[in-house]
């Protein structure tokens, strides 16, 4: 449920701890980032979607210091351009990047229009952005 509150059992942070292989990722939504911020444990990972699902592209991507990010909230093709330069001026660092509604045809999901994002973000990556902005 994007944008509600989350109610978080000990035995989460416990499950976090005991698992130092696996990943897990908490969004960062301006409504659980008391909770997903203070997350001390190296497996754990933040997905910044200020949009809450909703696909309305704000370009608003704050840090933290010591995590990992992955990036959402109405990211598509169009969008790309100026979350990269935001990125840029604010040198973010990019872990990877999640999109839903932005990659869609018709309501389907759309093989071409991610191929396009991938293509993208590959011309991005091998023009200099990925030692001045990514952590690869």
Do not use: C
């Not at 592209?57 to 100026?82: C, H, M, S």
């Not at 991610?114 to 030692?131: A, L």
């Amino acid at each position: 449920l994007h944008g509600h509150p989350y109610m978080f059992h000990p035995y989460f942070i416990e499950e976090i701890k005991n698992n130092p292989n696996k990943e897990f990722i908490l969004q960062l939504d301006q409504t659980n980032d008391h909770f997903t911020t203070t997350v001390e444990a190296a497996n754990v990972s933040l997905l910044v979607d200020t949009s809450h699902g909703s696909g309305y592209f704000a370009n608003e991507w704050p840090q933290y210091p010591g995590k990992k990010y992955g990036y959402a909230g109405g990211l598509g093709i169009e969008t790309l351009p100026a979350a990269i330069e935001k990125w840029q001026k604010d040198n973010l660092f990019i872990d990877w990047i999640d999109m839903e509604t932005k990659v869609r045809d018709k309501g389907d999901f759309s093989i071409p229009r991610v191929k396009e994002v991938i293509s993208y973000m590959r011309e991005f990556m091998w023009t200099g952005g990925k030692d001045a902005r990514t952590r690869n």
